[in-house]
């Protein structure tokens, strides 16, 4: 069996028989393979003077360094009474702790010791070689003990702490005088020790003392029963994390640096010793911490770290900088330049590429690319957008210094026409890029117009370079950019940068025309398919749609309320599958398909209007799957009566019914296959009385499904969130209540609330 290493030669060679005495008595009560990372092995180096006490022998089983160096040349294991008296240990009367009331004696006894002040005289050591040599004087120390196990278990072992205090002098009160001690012992220490449970459900802390709480700002009431990761963040390191997970599933010691926040949330550097403690059996029964603020100490290594990085770096550059050549030296700063140009333009293309699909406005995109161009690229800017005839649709222009007056006459003198030998028309007609790397001092066929060559001259125009906006294979505007000094020519880096730059703009542009298209068509379609809710007597009605579609405001989800013939009430949600125009199109042939259903219906019953829809989508193939809610409201058949609800449904989530004093449940009973899955199923019907101010609720599944998780949890959800309303909360207040909830996105959502009254 392994030996647990403690002490080590900080004790010094005269203690091996202590040391040796210890790791007996850990190996005893660790048991088995558990003995080398018993609890002596985390407390070893902690700046307290540390105990184990066997509460059967009453015997002190281990000392760490500070409590060797306290007691002396003390043999263990040794009874407790005989360890305090070597150590000198007394009252503060003088009066010696060997006795059943003294805190050595309670914590040997299994009782808690929450604080108590004694006194440390080496000189009253019952071993005479520490008695003599009594250079230190008397100290004042703060006990602390605690039970390492729960009462009528197998172990029987006891944690004592020894804290050195500063005295309290110029009192003569000893009530006054304690009070000190314990306000002085409180914030006299940075160690938290901490107890958990491993036998109970997620290994809660059973105990803390009171530097636990005055590192972390929890108290004791707060802190047992759960489990210590409520002191984590966000910014914890999840390795240090995972590696601590592994050593408390092993059941070995470790101990850890973590990021850790008080209560308060500020945050704080803990070194966290965690050992295992077991019974006689070998049987985890706990795991002690031992917690230290050391957010200073990682502070000072940083800043030392960042320090000695730093004196390296300079060293290492100052030795390259004497040791290369001149010509070394001028083509590493060459080579720098062109890494940085080359990082320039990787960071311009990110910038270009978040910037320009962050919009769905033409106007707002040709802006944006614009100010993507210059100064960075060039003195000044036209891009310039043509329609399908070739003229010019939309222009826009940027000077370095942003003159928006001047390049507002530019544009006005510029934009009615293009010149056919201006770098822009050449572009455009030609598809390619065209450079002019020494443009003419007269810009008669550059430039349109006199007052936009006037523009230009006092711009400064040295050198121009014009690219097509291609997308799809058709060509949709240009980028003319301008430089002012014939010493700065575009290069062949420039020329493919704003080439790359055109094809991104270019597509970005055709992805916002192409929406706006798709987007004006699902606009028609919205206001034909979504319904305008029908005003029918007692009835309050509201609905609600959300699109899960990127591109369209509509999908495949829909929702319908009817007044019948017979004065019944058809209250109707769908979902079809798919969420885009399509799904929208479809989702329009079935609605008309089920009102027709519904209107002229020989047997009014749902089960039999379920059946006759079955057969006609099945038939006519008008969709490939989708769910149905249907219900038949029937109002009293006296004023003042209660409505009567059949409800029926093709595989779709189950309505939820809120009743006037605000309770929410769903109404089970009424389940079948998807519309048109099976013309011979027999539909069931689900029949519920509807007292006035109850509220029937349907809704599709895009309100309560989640990827991962359980639909009844989703559903249970919305239930909650409809009964935290007011019980008088109206169908919109509902609506707005059910989708406060976070919403997956991936999937429309359709609802509509109908409260009914009296008729």
């Excluded at 802390?205 to 590192?215: D, E, Q, Y």
Aim: proline letters at 6%; a negative charge.
């Amino acid at each position: 069996m392994a030996r647990t290493a403690v002490d080590g030669e900080a004790a010094g060679g005269r203690q091996a028989g202590i040391v040796t005495a210890a790791e007996a008595v850990v190996t005893e009560h660790a048991g088995g393979a558990g003995a080398t990372q018993a609890l002596p092995a985390v407390l070893a180096d902690v700046p307290v003077a540390v105990l184990l006490i066997d509460q059967k022998s009453g015997a002190v089983t281990y000392a760490n360094t500070a409590a060797v160096e306290m007691a002396g040349n003390v043999g263990l294991p040794v009874e407790v009474d005989a360890w305090g008296a070597a150590a000198g240990l007394t009252d503060l009367g003088g009066a010696p702790l060997a006795r059943t009331s003294g805190p050595l004696s309670l914590v040997a006894q299994g009782q808690p010791v929450t604080g108590e002040a004694v006194r440390l005289s080496p000189g009253r050591s019952t071993d005479a070689e520490r008695a003599d040599d009594d250079g230190d004087g008397d100290r004042l120390l703060w006990v602390t003990g605690f039970p390492l196990s729960q009462p009528g278990s197998s172990q029987a072992l006891s944690l004592v702490v020894l804290l050195e205090v500063e005295g309290v002098g110029g009192t003569a009160d000893a009530d006054a005088e304690l009070q000190a001690l314990r306000e002085r012992a409180v914030v006299a220490t940075d160690i938290a020790f901490t107890i958990t449970d491993p036998r109970q459900e997620d290994d809660p802390l059973v105990w803390v003392n009171p530097s636990f709480t005055r590192i972390t700002g929890y108290s004791y009431e707060e802190s047992v029963g759960r489990n210590c990761r409520f002191l984590q963040g966000p910014n914890t390191d999840p390795a240090a994390l995972a590696e601590l997970r592994e050593a408390l599933r092993a059941q070995q010691a470790i101990t850890v640096t973590l990021l850790n926040h008080r209560r308060d949330g500020t945050a704080f550097w803990n070194q966290l010793a965690i050992s295992p403690v077991f019974d006689g059996q070998g049987e985890l029964v706990s795991f002690v911490g031992v917690q230290t603020d050391v957010t200073e100490r990682v502070r000072v290594e940083a800043e030392r770290e960042a320090a000695f990085a730093a004196e390296r770096t300079a060293r290492e550059e100052a030795e390259l900088a004497r040791s290369i050549a001149e010509q070394a030296k001028t083509d590493a700063e060459r080579a720098q330049r062109e890494a940085e140009g080359a990082q320039a333009r990787l960071a311009l293309m990110a910038e270009a590429t978040s910037s320009l699909v962050a919009t769905l406005d033409v106007g707002d995109l040709l802006d944006r690319l614009a100010v993507l161009c210059v100064p960075q690229l060039a003195d000044w800017v036209v891009v310039t957008l043509v329609d399908e005839s070739g003229e010019v649709r939309e222009l826009v222009s940027r000077d370095r210094e942003r003159d928006r007056t001047e390049l507002r006459r530019y544009d006005a003198g510029h934009a009615l026409r293009l010149p056919p030998d201006s770098p822009s028309q050449r572009s455009i007609s030609g598809g390619r890029t065209v450079l002019v790397e020494q443009l003419p001092e007269r810009l008669d066929g550059t430039v349109a117009g006199p007052v936009a060559q006037e523009v230009a001259g006092r711009l400064g125009a040295a050198s121009a370079l014009a690219v097509p906006l291609v997308a799809r294979r058709r060509t949709r505007g240009s980028i003319a950019l301008v430089r002012s000094s014939p010493e700065q020519p575009f290069t062949p880096d420039d020329v493919s940068l704003v080439e790359d730059l055109a094809r991104r703009a270019a597509m970005a542009m055709d992805n916002v025309r192409l929406y706006q298209q798709e987007h004006a068509v699902a606009d028609t379609l919205q206001r034909s398919l979504l319904p305008e809710l029908p005003d029918i007597p007692g009835l309050e009605v509201a609905a609600h749609y959300v699109s899960a579609s990127t591109a369209a405001d509509v999908g495949g989800d829909f929702y319908d309320l009817l007044q019948l013939p017979d004065g019944s009430v058809a209250l109707v949600v769908g979902d079809v599958v798919g969420h885009d125009v399509a799904a929208a199109a479809v989702m329009g042939h079935l609605r008309g398909l089920i009102r027709a259903c519904l209107w002229e219906a020989p047997d009014p019953h749902p089960a039999a209007v379920l059946t006759r829809i079955d057969r006609l989508v099945q038939g006519l193939r008008v969709t490939p799957m989708a769910t149905l809610a249907y219900v038949r409201a029937l109002p009293p058949a006296e004023p003042g009566g209660t409505w009567t609800a059949q409800v029926a449904s093709a595989g779709h989530p189950p309505l939820l019914l809120r009743s006037p004093d605000g309770h929410v449940r769903p109404v089970d009973g009424a389940s079948g296959m998807l519309v048109g899955v099976d013309v011979e199923a027999h539909r069931v019907v689900h029949t519920v009385e509807l007292p006035a101010g109850a509220t029937l609720l349907g809704y599709t599944d895009g309100l309560v499904e989640t990827p991962g998780r359980d639909l009844d949890e989703g559903i249970g959800d919305l239930a909650g969130r409809l009964a935290g309303t007011p019980a008088d909360a109206a169908p919109r207040d509902l609506c707005d209540a059910a989708v406060s909830g976070t919403l997956d996105g991936r999937d429309d959502v359709a609802l509509i609330a109908v409260r009914f009254g009296r008729s």
